[in-house]
């Protein structure tokens, strides 16, 4: 749907669209339009705008990530369909490693995200291994890559839902999570919470990121 620019919720319908266009292509599930509907009724209500916690936030992730010695970052259906190119751009700058990391499982969604990020510049995406689990968790993302997130020591999830984090967390690893909800399971129990809309928070990683590699 090609929404006029000037409609006064032109970025708002716009953000829908790729998500849209995300289920069409496979990439992403049917119920990450109902995430993606939580997600935009927490933004309207700050206003849609980052404001200056997310933005702290922001700075202490991009210290966490250049820190790490073993950063990974987590892509689901949802992130994959809104930011694949400043995921990967950011997977470069750090450097980190990219892993497909989904709740409804499906090989062919995860072998679909690889590619549109592959597609958008990455050399490298790992997939989870049916033979690689980390504890503490039942659902689909228990599954793992053993160069990604099993031996991660910094994992981030732009946005998901709350059964992993805590999980991840019990593993050891330090999480950096991006969610609108404030009040969800991973925006509480993630090392580092910003709460923001994961479209302008990326690209604003991405800024400080290179602003402290220099
Ligand atoms: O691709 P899969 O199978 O891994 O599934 C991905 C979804 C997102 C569908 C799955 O993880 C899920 O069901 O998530 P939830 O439980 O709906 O939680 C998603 C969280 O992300 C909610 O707290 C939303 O408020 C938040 N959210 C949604 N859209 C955005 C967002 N946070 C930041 N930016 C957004 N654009």
Redesign the pocket.
């Known amino acids: 749907m090609k929404v006029p620019k000037t409609h006064p919720r032109y970025t708002s319908l716009t ?1 829908r669209n790729k998500l849209v266009e995300g289920v069409k292509k496979g990439i ?2 049917k ?2 339009l ?3 509907g ?6 309207y209500l700050i206003g849609e705008k980052t404001n200056i916690k997310a933005k702290k936030a922001i700075e202490r992730a991009a210290k966490l990530l250049l820190k790490a010695k073993h950063p990974v970052i987590s892509v ?3 992130s994959a369909a ?1 930011v694949p190119k400043e995921l990967v751009q950011l997977s470069k700058l750090i450097p980190a490693k990219l892993e497909v ?4 499982s ?1 090989k062919k ?1 995860e072998l679909k995200i690889k590619k549109e990020l592959i597609r958008n510049g990455a050399k490298e995406v790992l997939l989870p291994q049916k033979n690689c689990k980390i504890k503490h968790l039942d659902s689909n ?1 228990k599954y793992v890559n053993k160069e990604g997130i099993y031996k991660a020591d910094v994992v981030f999830v ?5 059964d992993r984090t805590e999980a991840l967390i019990k593993n050891k690893k330090k999480v950096i999570v ?4 404030p009040m ?1 399971r ?2 509480q129990k993630a090392t580092i919470t910003i709460v ?4 302008r ?1 990326v690209p604003l990683l991405i800024e400080k990121v290179k602003q402290y590699k220099n």
């Open positions: 953000i992403t599930s119920h990450g109902i995430a993606h939580r997600g935009e009724a927490f933004d689901n259906g949802n809104l990391n989904i709740f409804h499906s969604r993302r732009p946005l998901e839902d709350g991006i969610d609108l909800n969800s991973s925006a923001d809309n994961i479209v928070a």
